[in-house]
Nanobody, 119 residues
Framework: QVQLVESGGGLVQAGGSLRLSCAAS????????MGWFRQAPGKEREFVAA????????SYAASVKGRFTISKDSTKNTMYLQMNSLKPEDTAVYYC????????????WGQGTQVTVSS
């Protein structure tokens, strides 16, 4: 069974930075895509960024491009999200998820970590 555990959330002032981590376990990841999503109160969950476990393909939502950086450490089965120049509208619960490269939907999700950006 795949397990995803996020960490690194917290409270930060606008303009500050946070680094989220997502530790994955339960299987070997090769032809997979790992992604970050977020859900703010009263809003639908939205895509933030994704990284292909093999190769170097990366994708970002327009709202975070240039401010957030997704990366991975394959030796640790861990994915990261470096968030810089944070804005109050980045406040949300951040989730990591994984899917096969050949699938559309993400199969496994973490429990989420809260990010709060104060103005």
């Amino acid at each position: 069974q795949v397990q995803l555990v996020e960490s690194g959330g917290g409270l930060v002032q606008a303009g500050g930075s946070l680094r989220l981590s997502c530790a994955a376990s339960g299987r070997t990841f090769s032809s997979h895509v790992m992604g970050w999503f977020r859900q703010a109160p009263g809003k639908e969950r939205e895509f933030v960024a994704a990284i292909w476990w093999s190769g170097s393909t990366i994708s970002y939502a327009a709202s975070v491009k240039g401010r957030f950086t997704i990366s991975k450490d394959s030796t640790k089965n861990t994915m990261y999200l470096q968030m810089n120049s944070l804005k109050p509208e980045d406040t949300a619960v951040y989730y990591c998820a994984v899917r096969s490269e050949y699938a559309v939907n993400y199969d496994y999700w973490g429990q989420g970590t809260q990010v709060t950006v104060s103005s």
